[in-house]
């Protein structure tokens, strides 16, 4: 520590003096629209006079005199085009030659567009010099609109008359400054400026940084926080997640069964791959190709839309009876088709008309899986981008649960759809969503990877046409080998793998059952060489005998279960839809055994519109009625608003918020609940980093401390710290706040 000391004192001594703030100018903008030359007064109220030798720009200027100037206009119809010029900015010119008589705080100025004033802006933190000054301001405008007038103001600082040419009010994309001060035009703006139209985090954030700026570091920190959060409420262009361009990871999509990211975007071929996506606005758009795909309906591939359902169940309604036909289901259910050679720019929102409507605006899940198998009955689905017109949010998180079905086309949900046995395949009677893996998936709110594809042997054989198990597992694509398409087992463990195979070896090879228990060990250890910690279940009908070696061999983890899909009611004599719900309630009962999961698991997601609105939960619920305590996390430097907090549900149901000895909890329901509270900034002395209410010199000590690493801070002590406001903690903010303790500034 008197190391410490001495280095301290020694960086105390060499403390220089503040830079010198630099005066500022820009370049005129190219993008403007003049609402007055004032090359003549005509029209306008408050006018004074008239001056032709000192204009700024033009044929002249207008020449007001007064201790209190007002001008204005209304009878103006000037169409603009907002959007497409960038509009943002309201300016005028201003000439004095007694800038010190002004007082620049009573100058303010508004433009009426669609019959609105809006902002009434004040210059109060402009610095005026002898001769010509812009004024600029933020003005919130959008769209074609109309101007029909303005208002301008300007007072005398001591009541005295004072003389001024205005000149040249015009609307702008950027700024041209002449201010004595560097970055003033940032901090003009920002005065005049409607805070009124940002969150009330985004406003308190806004308003801290116009405060006093003693070096020339801190003022340039605070104009750009200022710019950014004035960008963030007067830009509001889409966002665009490009695949190929940014590589979109689990930062921004949670992805189902085993897609996966190629170079040319995220791949879905096997049934039930896809993604989910979380954003806030009122739509969402895709861009999809595909690659390769069967003969059989020229490769066309189908996907489930889901908005907004419950993040860990993504069926649809199956409360009616079944069989459904093809029809019914096809056109009740949100769905979209990728045809080759057809342009497959996808609008997924909604679910009236299918996919195609408006959502509200606010918070949106969108989940898309893919109904059919691949491996050559329909293409492999290819996601290129993903836009929306407000922003995108992280995903729901993965659920700890995750289950793996390995089989042929009864585990791909062959024909569910269809109402006739003698019927064959067809992309329209074929939903791997509604099959009885992703249903008992969804039961128990697991992820899900479904590689299944009909025809497939267990065994080698060349009478095993359409593939076999042996050599394909370890891949993610769909019968594609090679290093880029192995499957990362380690990063996605499987807590349950069910294996469902040889209905097609003794269809089509006919082995012995010595034959094919051999093949069924072998695979089984092939399976457990990648999932060492995973519970193998071996449908009974086939492989019973299999498991009795394994088990006799050590696995302990490796059972037998016969599912038993029947009736096989489907096209092709394959497993109808009451016989995938019935094999699904049997497979969650023996999974319930083997794991002791009960019920689905939920998540609880904090409103993303609030900033900062971040919460720390008691736990996930996986019951409904059990009791979920909120923590709102205050190590952001935000404090809970008291009353503020409320729950929904997906639906936008109110889930009523309680409070105990052990503070707020909601009762749990039987869907995700989203929770939203209202955050004020939580009360701190800058440079007080051991929060005692009090700057001293132990707080330089500690700060000196985080800057050589020596020390750690939360974000509060962050904020605190953090005195030249640069966004990190350095030697600096330990100078600053060690001449503030000994009395030699003011921070």
Known sequence: ?????????????????????????????????QIESFDLDEGISGATGYDSINAFEGGGALRAFGSKIDISRSDLELSVDAAGMGLKYAQIMLYTEAPEKIDISACSLSVTVNNIKKNVNIFKNARLVYGWNTLSAV????????????????????????????????????????????????????????????????????????????????????????????????????????????????????????????????????????????????????????????????????????????????????????????????????????????????????????????????????????????????????????????????????????????????????????????????????????????????????????????????????????????????????????????????????DVVFIYLGGNDFGRIQPTQEEFTEGMVNFIHQVRSVNPDSIIIVNSSRGAAAVDQVRNEGDQKVFSFTIGLSPRAGASGHPSMTAHIEGAQRFESTISELTGWTSKQHEIFSDPTLENGTFEFSADYNETGTKVYITPNASHGFELKDGSLTAKTAGGELVAVEKDENGFYVIAPDSMVMVSGEFEQAPFMAGDVDKNQKLEVNDALLILQKAVGKTDFDEIQMAAGDLDKNGEITVNDALLALQAAVGKIQM
């Open 1 to 33: 520590m008197k190391k410490l000391i001495s280095l301290f004192l020694t960086l105390a001594v060499s403390f220089s003096c503040l830079p010198a703030v630099l005066a500022a100018e820009t370049d005129s903008p190219e993008n403007s629209v």
């Open 139 to 494: 003005i919130l405008i959008s769209g074609n609109s109309t101007v029909s007038g303005y208002d301008f103001s300007v007072a005398s600082a001591d009541g005295s008359s004072i003389s001024v040419l205005i000149d040249d009010l015009s609307l702008t994309a950027s700024n041209k400054v002449t201010d004595s001060l560097a970055f003033s035009e940032t901090f003009q703006n920002a005065h005049s400026f409607d805070v009124s139209e940002m969150s009330e985090i985004d406003g308190q954030r806004f308003l801290s940084y116009l405060g006093e700026h003693p070096t020339q570091r801190h003022l340039e920190v605070s104009a750009k926080e200022l710019e950014k959060l004035m960008k963030k409420y007067t830009d509001k262009a889409a966002v665009d997640m490009d695949l190929k361009e940014k590589n979109i990871s689990s930062d921004n999509l949670l992805i189902h069964g085993r897609a996966f990211y190629d170079e040319g975007g995220l791949r879905m071929g096997y049934g039930a791959c896809g993604f989910t996506v979380r954003f806030y606005g009122t739509a969402l758009t895709g861009d999809f190709s595909f690659i390769g795909g069967a003969a059989t309906d020229g490769g066309r591939s189908k996907y489930n839309v889901y908005v907004d359902t419950d993040n860990y169940c993504y069926d649809f309604d199956t409360t009616l009876s079944f069989p459904r036909c093809r029809d019914e289901y096809n056109e009740n259910t949100p769905h979209f088709t990728i045809t080759p050679g057809v342009s497959n720019r996808i609008v997924l929102c909604g679910k009236d008309e299918g996919i195609v409507t408006g959502l509200t605006e606010g918070v949106h899940t969108v989940t898309v899986l893919k109904r059919g198998e691949g491996g050559g009955r329909t293409s492999n689905g290819i996601l290129n981008s993903l836009s929306c017109d407000g922003k995108f949010l992280t995903p729901p998180k993965n659920n700890a649960r995750n289950i793996e079905i390995i089989g042929d086309s009864d585990s791909a949900a062959f024909g569910n759809l269809s109402i006739g046995t003698n019927l064959p395949w067809d992309p329209e009677t074929e939903d791997t969503t509604l099959g009885y893996g992703v249903r008992t998936a969804n039961f128990f709110g697991a992820n899900f990877s479904i590689t299944a594809k009909s025809g497939v042997c267990l065994l080698k054989s060349p009478k095993a046409n359409e593939g076999y198990y042996t050599d394909n597992y370890f891949f993610t694509d769909n019968w594609s080998v090679g290093e880029k398409y192995k499957y990362d087992f380690a990063s996605n463990p499987a």
